[in-house]
């Protein structure tokens, strides 16, 4: 089974970006869907952004056209590419592995999480 510990995470301004890494152990990421999600102060988890092992990307709304999600398979690392932040994305967000063709936006779903990075926007 995958093992995934995530890094980057940070203070920043509100327009401001943070890389997120997400880097894998035990297995190539190329062969699981991996996605991102968080979990702010007082609300559920919730979906971020997933990658699926053909490629394809899917993006929570609230984060379409400012996160990217990106795969590096020789360095079997996965990434959170952070642009134009807002106060609302604080939250602490875990990478998760999901040992499955079939993409999933369902947290449920993933088999193996990291124990997640805070990321913190300031007004």
């Known amino acids: 089974q995958v093992q995934v510990q995530e890094s980057g995470g940070g203070l920043v301004q509100a327009g401001g970006s943070l890389r997120l890494s997400c880097a894998a152990s035990?297995?190539?990421?190329?062969?699981?869907?991996m996605g991102w999600f968080r979990q702010a102060p007082g609300k559920e988890r919730e979906f971020v952004t997933a990658?699926?092992?053909?490629?394809?990307?899917y993006y929570s709304d609230s984060v379409k056209g400012r996160f990217t999600i990106s795969r590096d398979n020789a360095n079997n690392t996965v990434y959170l590419q952070m642009n134009s932040l807002k106060p609302e994305d604080t939250a602490i967000y875990y990478c998760?592995?999901?040992?499955?063709?079939?993409?999933?936006?369902?947290?449920?779903?993933?088999?193996?999480w990291g124990r997640g990075t805070q990321v913190t926007v300031s007004s």
């Open positions: 998760a592995a999901r040992g499955d063709i079939r993409p999933s936006l369902n947290g449920n779903d993933y088999d193996s």
């Open positions: 990658i699926s092992w053909a490629g394809g990307t």
């Open positions: 035990g297995h190539t990421v190329s062969s699981y869907t």
